[in-house]
């Protein structure tokens, strides 16, 4: 096998291709201009980080310094080079080499392959290590040559990630288990910031000194290969560098064989094949109760939502997080002064609240449809007024939404987190006030541009490209009558002044609702058979 | 050396095992070279499964197989190499166009770029799929994407096909055009092995057929010899398998 045969250029090329297809080169219009302005701000702030890097490092005073910096970069790089191609993964824009097992492709070639394609998802970390190893060439304390050991670094990362991507496959595929490994995967994202807003600085600077002091006695794969890129040579650092590249081989090669040899029909079977529970559970009669408090059809459907909804881990997730990943990026607010007693914050569960809104924004309101896209044919053929379809799906927003409020009140008294009682009806006052705006948009969005979303897919981006765009803009208007109602309780120093406030906002997006609702309806009428079109289209390469 | 007269599939002992259900259980099986096969079954019966199996997809529980004379999963490279497959499930990229998908598959069985470019352009002018290659697989109908799925298993000439529901969704010119390619397959010393709920097309094509059910082969032969009198395949089938346990006079509201 020589080392890029025509079976390697070829999947590399469909690689290629189908990130090329995927973003660039089907996209048209707002989405198109949207797409090519963020990755250009993106590359942008990349390139400017690793400009940085090329700048600074040869201003580095010692030695000892210099490893510890660069040891830090690379921990950094690999953090990020092991979650992003999970995600990739997940949003269907890396190529899944199971699917070229009913070809005449060996299992090392597939290794290969795997390990090379693993490449374009760290493109990121490729453009910053190439600006540290310009600035460990200009280095003064290096011999220059020794930053060519950095290409040790991305071969480790490589491996690793390969087998990290398909252990991390596997455990997704599992009920339960998916929800938690994702969740666990966003803290870990979410660390660094809320160490950095959290912690004090000098305590910061405690931390970073200590471990820049014994960073060239850590034997971690970043340290020792931050030694060899620095010109450290010793036992220790080449043994330590060495025995990383060897794990990481054997854990990528290792789990990517079991990885293709796994059979994920085996896992839904056996979920499958999960007794029944004989009489219906709490969730069970959760969702059936709107059926028997509503008149049908929207009784019917507004239950039929709830059902999707529950039984989707996309949402499940997105409802999960949004009481706790939200309530651990606001903690900051909580230990502005550190990690002290006086856990409490008066405004925390509105923060909260608003923020899992915006978060549950993807699944409940900006594309209604994206889980129903075999369904959207039914609502058009069914003797049923579109409008009672609409009006059903926002009910059910309403519901889960007040229902994530619940959950987001009752995690911040389990975390022993104080807060004035009356902040609850506030929050619930406010979030729905926010989501009767998000609805307005959304509805209209949801017909206009819909796109099939997989209910299983925990990650992929549930909207079309212009649509993220408009979000950008959006949210700020719709927080702005809550930001007045508040300014108002400041100005008058009276409740009343927040709540009238509140209360014109609700007027407002009232109207607003309604108005859109009757548009939402006339669209998806005139448009229904480009909806679903839209909604009949393929979901991603692989996942 | 493999002999030409090894038989194109044999199945042993076959089993396959989801939790504490068999999929498949103890198929023993085998399909003579240059046959139109028909492997039918209801819904369920563990065709996709056995098809799963056969290309190493799904590792058996038990059992052996041998493809073209070849056991599996041993000689895998080489047995892949004499398939063409169309699975029921999509193996499609959908962010490629049809041309694109169909000279990759053409790399992948070793054609090189060239030779399969071309190949790939004639498949696709041949099934009237979109030869501007504008199209994204993603917007492909379902008979659309069958048809690609089926210009990608021509484009090596393998020597056996494993068929899952081919013409799902495919209209009656593409349907025509399918069997067509695939009689002219046969008569030129190809093996089909062809799992469908159109019995129907079955009939019309197959030498043999056998019926699993439940995971257990409950019939095997010429279609001739199974049936009794003027019976159809469906009428076969049916009797096979075991017709619906209750009909619709037991709904008093849809009589």
């Not at chain 1, 009672?388 to 009910?395: H, M, P, Q, R, S």
Request: net charge positive; with cysteine; aromatic share 10%.
């Amino acid at each position: 096998m020589t080392l890029l045969d025509d079976q390697v250029r070829a999947i590399l090329g469909a690689q290629l291709r189908v990130l090329h297809n995927r973003f660039a080169g089907r996209r048209m219009g707002a989405g198109r201009v949207f797409y090519w302005l963020s990755m250009a701000v993106w590359y942008g702030m990349v390139c400017f980080l690793a400009w940085l890097a090329a700048v600074a490092l040869p201003e580095v005073r010692s030695k000892d310094s210099l490893v510890a910096i660069v040891s830090a970069i690379l921990m950094g790089a690999t953090g990020y080079w092991q979650i992003i191609p999970v995600m990739m993964a997940a949003s269907g824009l890396s190529l899944d080499l199971k699917r070229l097992l009913v070809y005449p492709v060996s299992f090392r070639k597939l290794f290969l392959m795997e390990a090379l394609l693993r490449v374009s998802t760290g493109t990121e970390v490729l453009i910053v290590l190439a600006g540290v190893a310009a600035g460990l060439a200009r280095s003064p304390h290096t011999p220059g040559w020794t930053a060519a050991f950095l290409l040790l670094f991305v071969l480790f990362n490589l491996m690793l990630s390969v087998g990290i991507r398909d252990l991390l496959t596997r455990l997704l595929a599992r009920r339960g288990v998916r929800e938690l490994v994702v969740l666990g995967i966003v803290l870990v994202a979410a660390l660094p910031q809320l160490l950095v807003v959290a912690v004090p600085p000098e305590q910061m600077r405690g931390f970073y000194q200590k471990y820049a002091a014994w960073t060239p006695r850590l034997p971690l794969p970043w340290t020792t290969m931050a030694l060899l890129g620095t010109g450290e040579f010793s036992l220790f650092a080449f043994s330590g560098a060495g025995a990383w590249l060897f794990f990481a081989a054997w854990f990528g090669y290792s789990q990517f064989r079991r990885g293709l040899r796994w059979d994920a029909a085996e896992i839904r079977s056996k979920e499958r094949a999960r007794p029944a529970a004989v009489s219906p559970g709490f969730f069970e009669r959760l969702s059936g109760l709107p059926g028997r408090l509503l008149p049908d059809p929207l009784g019917a459907l507004v239950s039929k939502e709830i059902r999707t909804l529950g039984r989707s881990p996309r949402f499940r997730l997105v409802f999960f997080m949004g009481f706790t990943f939200g309530i651990i990026i606001w903690l900051p607010l909580v230990f502005r002064g550190g990690w002290g007693e006086d856990r409490s914050n008066e405004n925390l569960l509105l923060w909260v609240s608003l923020y899992a809104t915006l978060l549950l924004g993807e699944a409940l309101f900006w594309n209604a449809f994206g889980f129903d896209r075999s369904a959207v044919q039914a609502y058009f053929v069914m003797p049923i007024p579109f409008r009672a379809v609409i009006v059903a799906k926002n009910l059910t927003a309403i519901l889960m939404l007040m229902a994530e409020v619940g959950m987001v009140a009752a995690a911040l008294a389990v975390l022993r987190i104080r807060f004035p009682l009356q902040k609850i009806p506030e929050a619930f006052g406010c979030a729905l006030l926010v989501a009767l705006f998000l609805l307005a948009i959304g509805n209209l969005a949801s017909v206009q541009s819909p796109r099939p979303m997989d209910p299983s897919s925990s990650w992929r981006q549930a909207s079309a490209g212009k649509i993220q765009g408009l979000m950008l803009l959006f949210y700020p208007l719709l927080l702005a009558p809550i930001g007045l109602a508040h300014l108002a309780r400041y100005a008058f120093d009276r409740d009343l002044a927040f709540w009238l406030v509140l209360l014109s906002g609700y007027a407002v997006a009232g109207m607003t609702w309604h108005v859109s609702l009757d548009s939402t309806v006339e669209i998806a009428e005139k448009e229904k058979e480009r909806m679903v079109a839209a909604l009949s289209a393929g979901q991603g390469p692989i996942s | 050396m493999i002999p030409e007269t090894s038989p194109a599939i044999e199945m042993n002992g076959l089993r396959k095992v989801y939790g504490e259900k068999a999929a498949v259980d103890g198929l023993t099986l085998t399909v003579e070279r240059g046959c139109f096969f028909g492997f039918l079954g209801p819904n369920g019966a563990g065709k996709t499964t056995t098809i799963r199996m056969l290309m190493g997809l799904a590792p058996p529980t038990a059992g052996t197989i041998r493809i073209l004379g070849r056991p599996m999963p041993e000689q895998h490279l080489e047995i892949k190499a004499r398939i063409g497959l169309v699975p029921d499930e999509s193996l499609l990229f959908d962010h490629l166009t049809g041309f694109e998908f169909v000279e990759f598959v053409g790399r992948m069985y070793g054609l090189g770029r060239e030779l399969s470019r071309r190949r790939a352009r004639e498949l696709m002018e041949l099934f009237e799929l979109d030869t501007a290659g504008s199209k994204l697989i993603a917007e492909y109908s379902k008979g659309m994407r069958k048809r690609v799925a089926m210009a990608a298993a021509l484009i090596h000439r393998p020597e056996l096909f494993l068929l899952d529901e081919p013409f799902e969704g495919v209209d009656a010119v593409g349907a025509r055009l399918m069997k067509d390619i695939l009689l002219e397959q046969v008569a030129k010393g190809a093996t089909i092995f062809l799992t469908s709920h159109v019995l129907e097309v079955v009939e019309r094509l197959c030498d043999r057929v056998a019926i699993i059910h439940q995971g257990k082969l409950v019939a095997e032969g010429p279609i001739e010899a199974l049936r009794s009198g003027e019976e159809t395949l469906e009428d076969l089938f049916v009797r096979i398998v075991g017709g619906p346990a209750r009909t619709t006079e037991a709904l008093d509201w849809l009589r």
